[in-house]
């Protein structure tokens, strides 16, 4: 793996360039075709739990094309144009992310102004009394509030798909909670008087198609009004305590926890209350949308056969040890989980490929729409290879599954989230 530096509205980042692909191919195919007693035996480490291993299963500290990718620097660039970067796992070990660890998911270009001072939002449509607001106005007129909220791309986890999905190849770090402070969207609506036809939001933004035309849209998504209308949906003009990060939707965005990142709309600058279902850019075709019925891989389903994706599934993360990590024979791991709606009820963690499971000490969530932190020790039997398993269970008894549930665009993946270590 090698750095560079790119530069994104007027800020020097660094990105992770990956290896070349050829090399990056034959490693793939060697991991699926070999045993993990063979790459023990290359590596010169035992598998005290070899037995137990799922037939297929690629080894977590192998599966990635550096095990260690993006370990001393930030974010990895996954695609420049438009710019979309995820975080490495153990750089998500906060309970709040910082704003410069949060995920960066851009579906068109940064808007030409974002100037907070003269920014204004527009709320019409089915409304009784349509306004224009500036920020200072929606401070002024609204009740301010701060929360920890959790946003994740509905993408997250697409990396794993096989056979492949299109899109981001996003891995397990394109989630994020940070302290985000605004108003209630659902004050906003209110004020404004949601007529009885309103049944969906249309959301707009400032942010500039990839073609550069003012015509097109990059992205336009809505919610049910029921959704719009929870108190934790927030219209934030704060990032953990100071201005929202240009990337991340400055000045003004929405923040719909739990569910698709594609809800919280960036640059915001129009909330149309809407008496259908809202077609905007990205809302038709199979754009964040899954099938109606379970499919297996590989399966071509109909546009008429995807329904829009809602409220995200059961999902949790190691975010410590780093994954490929040495450590003794006992080690802290910690992490986090999340739901869509629910909340989560139980956290485990397995050290033998899922034949036993631990409780984790979970805490409860800091405010509705955080994700929850969980920390545990594990004690390894005897020295060598070792994968920690994380497994979340919700408050309606639903737990993550090992596999992926497979789907032509790669969102929802759920499944558990492993890290492999070197114990003794």
């Excluded at 929405?254 to 850019?281: A, F, Y």
């Amino acid at each position: 793996m090698t750095k560079s530096d790119i530069i994104e509205n007027g800020e020097r980042v660094e990105a992770v360039e990956a290896p070349d692909r050829v090399e990056r191919a034959d490693r793939r195919s060697f991991m699926r075709s070999a045993s993990f007693a063979a790459m023990g035996a290359v590596a010169g480490f035992t598998i005290p739990f070899e037995k137990n291993i799922p037939a297929g299963l690629v080894p977590a500290a192998f599966a990635q094309d550096d095990p260690l990718a993006g370990k001393d620097s930030g974010l990895t660039l996954l695609n420049d144009r438009p710019v979309n970067a995820e975080t490495p796992p153990h750089l998500l070990d906060d309970a709040i992310t910082p704003t410069d660890r949060h995920f960066i998911r851009n579906n068109g270009q940064l808007p030409f102004e974002m100037d907070a001072e003269t920014w204004t939002l527009t709320v019409d449509g089915f409304v009784d009394n349509p306004m224009t607001m500036t920020i200072a106005e929606l401070r002024e007129n609204f009740e301010v509030v701060t929360q920890a909220l959790h946003i994740e791309c509905g993408g997250n986890g697409r990396a794993a798909f096989d056979p492949p999905a299109r899109g981001n190849q996003w891995t397990v770090g394109a989630v994020a909670c940070s302290e985000w402070t605004g108003v209630r969207l659902k004050d906003v609506l209110e004020a404004a008087g949601v007529q009885d036809a309103a049944v969906y939001t249309g959301h707009e933004g400032a942010d500039v198609h990839l073609s550069g035309d003012p015509e097109m849209q990059p992205i336009s998504r809505g919610l049910p009004i029921e959704k719009a209308l929870d108190d934790d949906v927030l219209i934030a003009f704060e990032m953990n305590g100071g201005p929202i990060h240009p990337m991340n939707g400055a000045p003004l965005r929405l923040v719909v926890p739990g569910w698709p990142g594609s809800c919280s709309q960036k640059w915001l600058t129009r909330i149309w209350v809407r008496d259908q279902v809202h077609d905007g850019e990205k809302m038709g075709g199979q754009s964040y949308r899954v099938p109606a019925y379970p499919v297996a891989p590989g399966t071509d389903v109909p546009n008429e056969d995807m329904v829009i994706m809602g409220a995200m599934p059961v999902k949790s993360i190691v975010t410590f040890p780093a994954n490929g990590t040495e450590t003794g024979l006992s080690t802290d791991v910690r992490g986090h989980a999340w739901v869509g709606d629910r909340t989560i009820e139980r956290l485990e963690v397995s050290i033998d490929f899922g034949a036993t499971w631990t409780e984790a000490e979970l805490d409860a969530p800091v405010n509705r729409g955080a994700w929850q932190n969980w920390r545990t020790n594990v004690s390894f039997p005897q020295a060598g290879y070792y994968e920690i398993w994380a497994k979340a269970t919700d408050s309606e008894g639903i737990s993550q599954p090992h596999a992926i549930a497979w789907n032509p665009r790669g969102y929802n993946n759920n499944s558990y989230h492993r890290i492999g270590v070197m114990a003794g």
